[in-house]
């Protein structure tokens, strides 16, 4: 038998139909990617909800990622530089991926009449994916490229402004859901695909999972909308106040007189 097979490899590399391993690479690195910008958003959106703390505490969030404690001077350059290699990321996850969406109308229909004949959870899953994704490519280029140029006004004022006085709140909204969901499913999946934690029982530990990723969309969705209307409250006093372009002065250049 392995003789035989040995002889079929021969036939094929003789005829140049070699196996490619382009494909196992391709689903590795869309892996790996896919998990580094579902553990990039969880911290990404700790440090926006820091606003939840106060307009001082986000404002120290902003410094902190300036690089203002370590190096005694604010270098907004360095928000344009982890911009820049996030949205290369990105990009590249997206570009993976892009090879398994339906690729035309046809193949679409023919995909939605198996999902109602199969209705299997997990199947469907795959689908919010592609739509989901297709979103966050359009909303998240927008967003990355605007933080990307205009590294130094993030902050509790700027930032305020953006979403309401520059009309970001529709964008945000709709980058939120998909975002949210896009990486729960992306890392429940992630999990059942490379069998992490799947301990004895493999059908308990998938209900466990689904489970987990129920609460992790359902926590950061909270947390996201929370944040949300905490920049818009002050993004509409400032409109209120007629300061609308006026930057946040933190306590410390208060208390010292410098403003
Ligand atoms: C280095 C990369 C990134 C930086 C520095 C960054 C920074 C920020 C900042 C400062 C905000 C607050 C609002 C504002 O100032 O406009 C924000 C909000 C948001 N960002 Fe990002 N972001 C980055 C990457 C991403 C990516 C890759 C996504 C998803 C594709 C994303 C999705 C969002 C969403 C959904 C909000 C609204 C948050 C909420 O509703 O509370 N961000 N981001």
Do not use: C
Not at 115 to 130: E, I, S
Not at 173 to 181: M, Q, T
């Amino acid at each position: 038998m392995d003789t035989h097979l040995n002889r079929v490899e021969e036939i094929k590399i003789e005829q140049g139909v070699k196996k490619s391993r382009t494909p196992a690479r391709l689903d590795y690195a869309q892996s790996a990617t896919g998990l580094f910008l579902a553990l990039f958003m969880w911290a990404h959106m700790m440090l926006v909800s820091s606003i939840l703390l106060g307009e001082e505490m986000m404002y120290k969030v902003t410094k902190l990622l300036e690089g203002e404690p370590i190096l005694g001077e604010s270098y907004p350059i360095l928000v344009t530089l982890t911009a820049i290699f996030i949205f290369t990321i990105f990009i590249t996850h997206a570009a993976i991926a892009i090879r398994k969406f339906p690729g035309s109308w046809k193949e679409y229909r023919l995909y939605r009449a198996h999902m109602k004949r199969m209705k299997h959870g997990d199947t469907n899953l795959w689908f919010y994916q592609v739509m989901t994704g297709f979103v966050m490519f359009f909303l998240g280029s927008v967003h990355l490229f605007i933080i990307m140029t205009n590294p130094a006004d993030i902050g509790p004022y700027a930032s305020a402004d953006r979403i309401v006085s520059e009309w970001m709140w529709p964008v945000y909204i709709l980058l939120l859901l998909a975002v949210e969901f896009h990486g729960s499913i992306g890392l429940y999946r992630l999990a059942v695909k490379w069998g992490w934690f799947e301990g004895k029982d493999a059908k308990k530990s998938r209900k466990k999972l689904k489970m987990y990723k129920w609460f992790i969309t359902f926590f950061f969705l909270t947390l996201g909308f929370l944040s949300l209307a905490a920049y818009i409250k002050i993004g509409l006093a400032q409109i209120d106040a007629d300061k609308v372009g006026s930057r946040y002065i933190p306590q410390s250049s208060i208390e010292k007189g410098v403003h």
